[in-house]
């Protein structure tokens, strides 16, 4: 059975930096590219980062100001995302999914990944 496992997150203060990490077991990690979305209270589902086979990384345009880093590792079926400077706004439910090799370019839609995590929340406080 493929699982993908969160972990990192947790109650944080504004400015802390934070990594979260997922670990997926059950498929063949190096086929999938690799995202996180993350859905903030009350709102709907929306695109981080995702990096694909070639660890290539695509963000969104919060991500790409600066504060967003997203890494796998193939050797250990790990992607992480790093966080810095937190703010309020950040606070969410993360969560990481794989989407398969030759699959479409929308890595944007949550529709186009195969598998998902749990989530996991990370709470900023002011």
């Known amino acids: 059975q493929v699982q993908l496992v969160e972990s990192g997150g947790g109650l944080v203060q504004a400015g802390d930096s934070l990594r979260l990490s997922c670990t997926a077991s059950?498929?063949?990690?190096?086929?999938?590219?690799m995202g996180w979305f993350r859905q903030p209270p009350g709102k709907e589902r929306e695109f981080v980062a995702e990096i694909n086979w070639s660890d290539s990384p695509t963000y969104s345009p919060e991500a790409i100001k600066g504060r967003f880093t997203i890494s796998r590792d193939n050797a250990k079926n790990t992607v992480s995302l790093q966080i810095v400077n937190l703010k309020p706004e950040d606070t969410a439910d993360y969560f990481c999914?794989?989407?398969?090799?030759?699959?479409?370019?929308?890595?944007?839609?949550?529709?186009?990944?195969?598998?998902w995590g749990r989530g996991i929340r990370v709470t900023v406080s002011a």
């Open positions: 059950g498929l063949s990690f190096g086929d999938y590219a």
């Open positions: 999914a794989a989407r398969r090799r030759g699959g479409s370019s929308y890595y944007y839609r949550p529709s186009e990944y195969n598998y």
